[in-house]
């Protein structure tokens, strides 16, 4: 086993779920949860991915197997954090990353560090996240809130455990969890004049998304000189979790086919449309 190779391996026992481990990937699918979440919420993407691609669910510190660490209040921070552990999975294939609402971020300024370096990501996907250029962001839950005004933000979002309020000692974990994440939303200020990345990127979002407007979501167009789409389905903020996941992964599988990423002898076409 080369150093990479132990690099990768590494990663994967730190901070990934890796639910079935592909030799020889035609493609990496790395997955960004949201704030207050973990891994686990997307496993039900590999019931729909093509058994020729990895797909490899990150745990920020502070959940999921990385329960025992200091959760990071700083998207700078976390970033770094994200950047070494993605790194190593750069080299043997295609790499495409997707996030939600914190996640978008997360995937979004993994995918400039990693074009940076000369490794950019074959696609982008964002979800439920307004483009960094905005210059006034929706606000997303103030977590300064009480615990009480918290839930119910939280709550009206949609995506939540429904039996997290007879989990006292859960409950009182997540609300620390999800402070800290959404603190370090609120302090995310990108520079506006940055470069655009290159890669094709494509945002998602719900039509009843008050934290992420569709109307909102075309701005992610200006973050890429790549091709954009633009895809947006019924419901809130947390359309896709749920029933409807299985739906909504198949038409992330296609968002990736159509850039071509998992295509060695030859690039699809990804155009500039909303659908």
Do not use: C
């Amino acid at each position: 086993m080369n150093d990479v190779s132990r690099e990768r391996e590494r990663a994967v026992a730190d901070a990934f779920v890796r639910p079935r481990s592909v030799p020889d990937p035609e493609l990496r699918l790395v997955v960004f949860h949201h704030a207050g979440g973990s891994a686990a919420q997307y496993f039900p993407l590999t019931r729909v991915t093509p058994p020729g691609w990895e797909v490899l669910l990150l745990d920020l510190p502070g959940r999921g197997k990385r329960h025992d660490r200091r959760p990071v209040g700083s998207v700078r921070e976390l970033v770094g954090v994200t950047v070494r552990d993605v790194l190593p999975f750069t080299e043997t294939a295609p790499l495409a990353l997707f996030g939600h609402s914190l996640g978008a971020v997360l995937a979004y300024e993994t995918a400039r560090v990693l074009e940076a370096a000369g490794r950019p990501p074959a696609w982008l996907g964002v979800s439920g996240r307004v483009a960094p250029r905005r210059s006034a962001p929706v606000a997303l839950p103030d977590h300064a809130l009480s615990d009480g005004e918290l839930m119910k933000q939280l709550t009206r979002m949609g995506g939540m455990h429904p039996r997290i309020d007879e989990l006292p000692e859960f409950r009182e974990r997540f609300l620390r969890l999800v402070r800290t994440d959404l603190g370090a939303v609120a302090r995310y200020r990108p520079d506006p004049a940055r470069t655009p990345l290159s890669v094709p990127l494509t945002a998602f979002g719900g039509s009843d998304d008050v934290w992420a407007p569709p109307s909102e979501l075309g701005e992610w167009a200006a973050e890429t000189r790549g091709d954009f789409r633009l895809r947006v389905f019924a419901g809130g903020h947390f359309h896709f979790l749920g029933p409807d996941f299985p739906a909504f992964a198949a038409e992330l599988v296609e968002e990736i086919r159509r850039s071509g990423a998992p295509e060695p002898g030859g690039r699809g076409e990804l155009v500039r449309t909303t659908s």
